[in-house]
């Protein structure tokens, strides 16, 4: 099974689905997507990006003690008191064990597949996903009503951003469809493919000076974004060294958007997301 995504969404078509009452709204989470698989005889977790990564989890072994079964539960992987990129890091699949903070990690839930019925409408899933009351997790709240106050709240609390979906809309594994499903982030960060380097000049001469990225445009074709350059003196070091740490693995980039021409606007490197494949890196 694949997640269902979502459409970005830009503000002038903000108002619309503010107003629209087809469309609920709730906080988007930053962190790592993932699937929950429970039934009688498995339990796994399984990023976007299709890895396993349950071994890194053994606090949230307790999930599979609840008595609904045969359920696929769609989160976000997050931790109010780690980064982003801490995250990230601790969850990359490659890891052996888990470290000593992976129990600050725990699952916002959003969506709930039962029984592989994906045609049940967004409104009447997320009724049976209330209805589950996990403990230790967060069930992400819904907005039928005051959907401004909402979007404000998340603003000025400087969250990642918001979410609108369509009551009546269908499970729809792996599609990213209009009318359905849109996202709107207050902080600008995209999913790219680290490309290539390219040689650093003054005090990094002889080192990786700036990464050449690249993302898939909207018939399928990869194509050149732009340079950014950012990162800590201990990850340009190991983009010098050890590039292969990095070069065809997808990172998360911050920048300003796009320009005219489709390149990011002073774009930043923010740490590499393992969860994700080249496929997710996507111009918006």
Known sequence: MKHMLAVPLKRADLDKFL?????????KFSGIR??????????????????????LLPHLQYLNNYKYNNIVLDCELYSPSLTDAQVAGFLNY???????????????????IYDNDTDMPYIERRKLLQSYSLANTIT??????????LFDRMKKDKKEGIMFKHVNSPYLCGQRKVGHWYKYKFSKTYSCIIGGFNEGKGK???????????????????EYVGNCSG??????????????????????????????????????????RHDLSDKDCIVE
């Open 204 to 222: 990094f001469k002889d080192m990786v000076g700036s990464i050449k990225l690249y993302q898939y445009n909207k018939n399928g074709v990869l």
């Open 19 to 27: 107003m629209d009452e087809n469309y609920v709204a709730e906080q």
């Open 94 to 112: 490659r890891k052996d064990t888990p470290t000593k903070y992976n129990h600050l990690i725990i699952p916002a839930f959003f969506d709930v």
């Open 231 to 272: 990162m800590t003196d201990a990850v340009r070091w190991e983009m010098t060294y050890k590039p292969e740490l990095y070069l065809n693995k997808v990172a998360e980039i911050e920048a300003n958007g796009y320009t005219d021409n489709k390149f990011l606007r002073h774009s930043r490197f923010l740490y590499l």
């Open 34 to 55: 993932a699937f929950i698989y429970k039934s009688p005889s498995y339990f796994k977790i399984i990023t976007r990006g299709g890895h396993d990564i349950t071994h």
């Open 140 to 149: 992400v709240a819904l907005k039928e009503k005051d959907k401004r106050e």
